[in-house]
Structures are given as C-alpha cells and as structure tokens.
C-alpha cells in the first residue's frame, strides 16, 4: 500500500527468518541458491539464448551519439530546460527535501540501505582509478552501517569498490551484483558468483579490447573481473562513435556477452539474467525480508545501471529509490539528490533520525 506520497511499502505477509547482516541482529551466513540466483546456468544454458542476445545487441541504438549525450550530460541544461526540471523535481522531489516524509514511511519497519559508488558515494572523475571517496563519507556510511544492514551495489570489481570504501563490515555486490561478499569477519559468508562460467571469456576479451581500443586518444579499459567496462570520459566527443564502432566489432565476436550504457561508460556483461536489481533481491530474500511488510529498502544510485534495482523496489512495491542527478532523467526512482554531498546530508539525517528515534522522551517529575 502507499503510507504516503510516492513511499510504497509491501503488504505481503512475513516470512521466515534467514541469515542477518551487520545492523540486522545477527552474524550471518547464506550461499548463493539456485533459486536466488537466476543467472547461475551453465555455459551451455547460456548459449541456448544466445541468438536472441546477439539480436538484442544488434537492436541497441546505444551507439548513436545522441544516446550517448543523454546517458551522459556534460554540462548542466541550459534555461530552456529550467521548466522541465521544475517538472521533473515535482515528479522526483529532493530526499532531503521530503526527509520527514520517507521518515514517516519508515516508523515500525526495518531499513536496508543500497549504495551505489560511483558517482554517489564519490565524484565521478576523469581518472576511474582515482575515484576516491572523502573521510567525511566513509564515516557517514560507517554510521549507517551500525544503524541498518548496508551494501554497496557497483559495477566496479568488488576487490575494488572494497579498497575504495575500506570498511569491513559491509556487504558489497560488485560487477553489478554477480559477486556477492558479506563482511570480512566472516569470510565464508555471502559467495554469490552466477556468472563463475564467464571468467576466462571476460579476461580474453579484455585483453582484446585493450587492443583494438589503442587508437583511441583517452578510452580506458577495465576489467570488473566479471564484466568490463570501456571508459570514454576522457575521449574527445568527436571520436565517441568511433569507439563506439570499436567496441561493437569486439563484441560480434563474443555473443555471449551483452552490451550496456552508462555515464560515459560501455560496460560488456554475461548474458545472463542478472543485474543490479537481482543482487537486491537476493541480498533482501537471503535476510529473510524478501516477503516482509516490516522492511523498506532503500537504494540510492545514479546510473542507468542503477534503473534495475528501482524497477524492482517499483514492483515490488516496497521501497524507496533515489537518483543522484542534477539533470531531469527518465528514471523508475521516487526522489532524487543532486551530487554526492547531498547523498551525505541525507545519510547523516538518517543516523540522527535513527538516533532520535531510539532515544526514549526524558519524563519530568511531577512536583
């Protein structure tokens, strides 16, 4: 049902427990079933579809600069467009904003946050090896992570994205989900890798794509052990399509992989049924809150990639997603913030709420 305005909580009935993550009441541990995880078939299952992937990819109109602009902005929209914010800001108001509101929603139930990195939890940066977080932030999510169980949800390689934020204690779901870790207390919990068949093709044609991308003034390749992603934010705009071009020659030569688009970014993934919002519904079902009414999500991403895990929270109904955006975006999320900074503003907020909430009302004595 909706509690209020664009807040959409589950009336489903709850299920039973399952294992808990930091901030949930237990140590934890879940390996990654079958039933969870969709995308974990075999090579040979995973051919039978390739026809209609490579179809899928020869459809894509990512490719084309226009596309590619728009998942991209640049610079912010010129006075023209102020309207159209003011329209889309009314659709998808601040999270800060509408703080008390998402609060409100949230009384009697047990928050799971979702963190995105890039571009959330850090700036996004010319150099993607030097997206560095700030002190500030990491204490803010290491606040959060006392409070509710968290996880960071990253296209980046889980190693990675782990060096990045540097606290043990939360979950990560790196190469949009399909390597799934808990804390580093517990080493043997959370090994969810669906896409462990793909390895030694995602390491060949990195090799290749390196390759066949040197001609290119600024494109940078990284392997996010299972995907990989192709860097043009250094790339001059008049050359995008010719990486581009690049990249689908690369990948009419390996079906088996499929082609997305990000900010700046061309990420090559298995073709298997799984993304970033599978990796939330996994982590949500192996906490046991997968058929809860007493839980709300909530993910904070600002990515296409990201647009899978609010589609879920969306049909699910159950859930709040918000977009980091300074720019009116097509988007499934509720709410919206405009840079990292304010993702940090809303976390400390949320703490303080917790914090408060938890407190009991002092009771003066009668004189």
């Known amino acids: 049902m909706t509690t209020s305005q664009d807040v959409v909580v589950s009336e489903m009935g709850i299920g039973a427990g399952g294992a808990a993550m930091p901030g949930s009441g237990g140590a934890g541990l879940f390996a990654c079933r079958s039933a969870a995880s969709a995308g974990a078939m075999s090579m040979r299952q995973t051919y039978l579809d390739l ?30 467009d102020v309207d159209d914010l003011t329209a889309w800001m009314r659709k998808h108001p601040s999270a800060l904003a509408k703080f008390e509101q998402i609060a409100s929603a949230s009384k009697g139930k047990k928050i799971v946050m979702f963190l995105d990195y890039d571009g959330t939890l850090s700036p996004i940066v010319a150099n993607p090896d030097a997206a560095y ?15 509710f169980p968290t996880a960071i949800v990253s296209g ?11 606290l043990s ?12 870790k808990g804390p580093s207390s517990n080493p043997e919990s959370v090994v969810c890798q669906p896409a462990r068949e793909f390895l030694p093709v995602i390491e060949e044609v990195y090799k290749v794509l ?15 052990k299972f995907c990989l992603s192709v860097h043009f934010r250094c790339v001059d705009e008049k050359r995008w399509n010719f990486l581009a071009e690049q ?49 709300l999500p909530v993910y904070i991403g600002d990515d296409r990639t990201d647009e899978d895990a609010f589609k879920v929270l969306r049909k ?52």
């Not at 977080?133 to 409070?147: F, G, I, Q, Y």
């Not at 900010?263 to 939330?280: H, N, Q, T, Y």
């Open 210 to 224: 390196v390759e066949k991308t040197k001609s290119t003034p600024g494109a940078k390749v990284e392997n996010n």
């Open 133 to 147: 977080m700030s002190d500030a932030m990491r204490e803010a999510v290491r606040d959060v992570a006392k409070h």
């Open 247 to 295: 990249v689908k020659a690369v990948m009419k030569d390996y079906p088996m992989l499929k082609l997305t688009q990000g900010r700046k970014v061309f990420e090559l993934r298995p073709s298997i049924m799984w993304d970033k919002g599978k990796a939330l519904e996994f982590l949500l079902e192996s906490l046991g809150f997968a058929s809860c009414s007493d839980v």
């Open 51 to 80: 026809a209609a992937a490579a179809a899928r990819s020869a459809n894509c109109t990512w490719a084309e600069l226009e596309v590619m602009r728009a998942a991209s902005p640049t610079r912010s929209r010129p006075g023209a």
């Open 156 to 166: 980046r390689c889980r190693e990675k994205v782990h060096n990045f934020v540097g």
């Open 316 to 367: 699910r109904g159950q859930g709040v997603g918000i977009l980091v955006s300074k720019s009116a975006k097509e988007t499934s999320a509720s709410y919206s913030l405009q840079d990292p900074a304010e993702v940090m503003e809303f976390l400390l907020r949320l703490v303080e709420w917790k914090r408060r909430s938890a407190t009991p009302p002092m009771v003066r004595p009668r004189v």
């Open 169 to 180: 204690e939360l979950y990560y779901a790196g190469s949009h989900g399909m390597d799934i």
